[in-house]
């Protein structure tokens, strides 16, 4: 396995979806994800997100499930990313990481984890991952 690095900016759509009637009145959020990823990781994706807001300004949190499409610095294929992450107090903490076993095509064996930041309204990826040597 090689320790790769690859980082960009990327494009969310984000579209409000309804909530099932179980969880309504929960406070819970569901939304739809749509992304353009541009630099090492030129790939589409679409997936679902679950967000809770509290009362206090800056504290949230959410879950969601993404399926990557693209090409990773000349590898081809498809690969799922899993986040779940909180702000406390306008201090994230991130945790989004490839399904294991979820790379297709000469993505096969991808793990990794992936950091996002927000730099002036601007999305941007961080994503240390791996792929087996024979890829």
Request: proline share 4%; hydrophobic share 35%; aromatic share 6%.
């Amino acid at each position: 396995m090689t320790d790769k690095q690859a980082s960009g900016p990327f494009e969310v759509k984000l579209s409000p979806e309804p909530i099932s009637s179980i969880a309504d009145g929960t406070g819970l959020g569901r939304m739809s994800l749509d992304k353009t990823f541009h630099g090492d990781l030129k790939a589409t994706s679409q997936g679902e997100m679950l967000a809770f807001r509290t009362s206090v300004q800056g504290s949230a949190g959410y879950v969601a499930m993404e399926t990557v499409t693209g090409s990773i610095q000349g590898h081809d294929g498809s690969f799922v990313l899993q986040h779940s992450s909180t702000m406390t107090r306008g201090v994230p903490e991130q945790s989004i990481t490839v399904v294991p076993d979820s790379g297709t095509g000469s993505l096969i064996g991808l793990a990794g984890r992936m950091t996002i930041t927000i730099t002036d309204g601007q999305h941007f990826y961080q994503f240390d991952y791996t792929l087996p040597d024979n890829i």
